[in-house]
C-alpha cells in the first residue's frame, strides 16, 4: 500500500489550492480514504475522508463548506479541494488509508489508519 500526497504550496489568504493524493496496492473501491493535517506543536487531526460504506464524505469543523473531497478511480487518486484557505489552514497535509470498520465508523480518527503518506505542506499567507 502506497500513498503519494502532492500539490501543496504557499497561497494567500482567500486562495485555494487542490491537493492530490495517488494510491496504488489497493482499491479505491475497498478502502477509506482520508486527508489530516498537523501543525507545528498541534496535534494530527481529520479533515475530510470519503468512506468505503455508501461513499459517505465527511469533514471538521474547521473546514466545513470550503474543503471537498472527491475521488477519481480511473487515476486511483484522492483529491482535496480547498478554498477560502485561511492563515490557520497551514499545516503538511497527509492522506491516509484503511480497510477496517474502525475506519469506516470513526473516519477522522488518526488512530484508525494504519497507511499513511508522506506529507505535503500548505502555507497560507496573510
Known amino acids: 500500500v502506497q500513498l503519494q500526497a502532492s500539490g501543496g504550496g504557499l497561497v494567500q489568504s482567500g486562495g485555494s489550492l487542490r491537493l492530490s493524493c495517488t494510491v496504488s496496492?489497493?482499491?479505491?473501491?475497498?478502502?477509506?480514504i482520508a486527508w489530516f493535517r498537523q501543525a507545528p506543536g498541534k496535534e494530527r487531526e481529520g479533515v475530510a475522508c470519503i468512506t468505503r460504506i455508501n461513499s459517505d464524505t465527511y469533514y471538521g469543523d474547521s473546514v466545513r463548506g470550503r474543503f471537498t473531497i472527491s475521488r477519481d478511480y480511473a487515476k486511483n487518486t484522492v483529491y482535496l479541494q480547498m478554498s477560502s484557505l485561511k492563515v490557520e489552514d497551514t499545516a503538511v497535509y497527509y492522506c491516509?488509508?484503511?480497510?477496517?470498520?474502525?475506519?469506516?465508523?470513526?473516519?477522522?480518527?488518526?488512530?484508525?489508519?494504519?497507511?499513511w503518506g508522506q506529507g505535503t505542506q500548505v502555507t497560507v499567507s496573510s
Open positions: 496496492g489497493f482499491s479505491l473501491h475497498d478502502n477509506v
Open positions: 491516509a488509508t484503511d480497510e477496517s470498520v474502525m475506519a469506516n465508523m470513526v473516519p477522522l480518527d488518526r488512530h484508525s489508519y494504519k497507511y
